[in-house]
């Protein structure tokens, strides 16, 4: 059981403003006695629902609704468990919440009741993080992939692994419990070819896990331009309505504007800055710089140029020049006027899409470059949802293998037992066998207060 398991917990678990329903969840070993207060002289049964009325500390009658009791270890928590499913005004909710925290219980901290299924072992933590993935889940691609996390399919492939690195391990040690012998265990090429299938199993993993994260951050791109490319137009097309302010006037767009859109999937934050020139204007310059700012964060700037105007001439009017090595799409704008066919081709500074953000030509073919740009594969059924620290997770796990591989191939057991203790360890920090309160902190501070 966890540390916190002397206090109870409470709060709110629907989302804020006003509702059909409203739920407020108590977990803790005073679940039952405050319920008992709460709801007076109806005895709740386990895992069965029942009509109760809420009552304030007068004996008045505050709402009307379902309760339903979840003792302990069978709950999500492995708490007991109360919840009430009432009606959903925010100030009620609130004045329910008030009254169970006068008989005894605390005001949940934001994640803090799946912190407890966690640290009851009624989840691990990949399974606990995607509960939250599967809340802000931004695509139906996102939610597919949370609901595999939270099922425990990604948990279930570092276990595997975990497992044939403790049996290495084992194999390994046994090596040099035994090296006085004249037995040289290295020299088995089977235990080369486990090895190598561990690494082939986590390179796929790793793939997986890629994609999850691309469904789960997708990736910013920024449209720049010098005025009146047609940026704002752009933007609109992408986003299939009128986003942006689109006119003839140089300098329309003096600020950032921001959206998101879907491509297959693939969440995409669209940026829309104001046009690369120099200027008098103070409130122009500042949007200048601001789209520069965006620029040097961004992970694709689409470099949007009339294609009526030589290339080179329109890029050597953006003054300061933009770096060298900015990941940088060439999109060739108004082929409707310059009768240039759609779609995308290489050029002297590299991938050119030519489209009419007037007509809608060549669209797709920026989106589909956009999808090769992130990395993205439309391979949703074998992925998981995944964050930045799993992927980094998995390539220190991938690396030490790396080593393990090489000791192996010079004779060295201590070496080898040595990194796949480091592999099983870099995976345990996965699903929280090995963790720390910074990290659980940090992930879990990030949830919605009541889950």
Do not use: W
Not at 90 to 118: C, H, T, V, W, Y
Not at 297 to 319: F, H, K, S, T, W
């Amino acid at each position: 059981m966890s540390h916190h398991a002397s206090s109870t917990i409470a709060a709110v678990a629907t989302a804020p403003g006003r509702g059909g329903v409203g739920i407020i969840r108590i977990s803790g070993p005073l679940s039952l006695p405050i319920a008992q207060e709460l709801f007076k002289s109806v005895s709740l049964s386990a895992r069965r629902a029942k009509i109760v009325h809420v009552h304030d500390a007068a004996g008045t009658t505050l709402d009307e609704g379902i309760g339903l009791y979840f003792p302990a270890p069978h709950s999500f928590t492995g708490e007991d468990v109360i919840e009430f499913q009432g009606h959903g005004g925010p100030i009620l909710l609130d004045m329910i919440l008030a009254r169970i925290i006068n008989l005894g219980a605390q005001l949940a901290k934001p994640g803090e009741f799946s912190e407890r299924a966690f640290l009851n072992d009624k989840m691990d933590l990949l399974q606990a993080e995607a509960i939250a993935d599967l809340i802000d889940g931004a695509s139906t691609a996102a939610v597919r992939a949370a609901a595999r996390s939270m099922q425990g399919e990604f948990s279930q492939h570092i276990r595997a692994m975990s497992q044939q690195i403790i049996e290495l391990r084992t194999h390994i040690e046994a090596t040099i419990d035994f090296s006085d012998e004249e037995i040289d265990f290295l020299q088995d090429n089977a235990l080369q070819q486990r090895l190598t299938k561990i690494q082939s199993q986590l390179h796929r993993v790793f793939a997986s896990a890629q994609q999850g994260a691309i469904l789960r951050e997708g990736i910013t791109v920024v449209i720049a331009g010098l005025p009146n490319a047609g940026k704002s137009s752009l933007l609109n097309r992408l986003t299939g309505t009128d986003t942006a302010i689109v006119t003839e006037i140089a300098g329309t767009t003096r600020d950032v504007l921001r959206t998101q859109i879907q491509i297959d999937g693939l969440p995409i934050h669209v940026i829309d800055t104001a046009g690369l020139r120099a200027t008098s204007d103070v409130v122009e310059q500042i949007g200048i710089d601001r789209a520069r700012s965006e620029i040097q964060r961004a992970d694709c700037v689409l470099l949007v140029i009339d294609d009526r105007r030589p290339l080179a001439e329109q890029i050597g009017e953006i003054n300061p020049p933009l770096p060298a090595t900015l990941p940088m799409i060439i999109v060739r704008n108004k082929i409707d006027l310059t009768l240039r066919q759609p779609g995308q081709q290489q050029g002297p500074r590299g991938v050119e899409i030519a489209v009419s953000a007037l007509t809608g030509a060549g669209i797709e073919a920026l989106r589909a470059h956009l999808k090769h740009t992130a990395g993205f594969q439309d391979s949703a059924e074998t992925t998981f949802m995944a964050r930045r620290r799993h992927l980094a997770a998995l390539q220190q796990a991938d690396t030490f293998l790396n080593q393990a591989a090489d000791a192996l191939h010079h004779g060295k057991a201590e070496l080898v037992a040595e990194e796949l203790r480091h592999a099983h360890r870099a995976l345990g920090e996965l699903v929280g066998e090995f963790t720390n309160d910074d990290l659980l902190g940090s992930i879990f501070s990030t949830f919605c207060i009541g889950k």
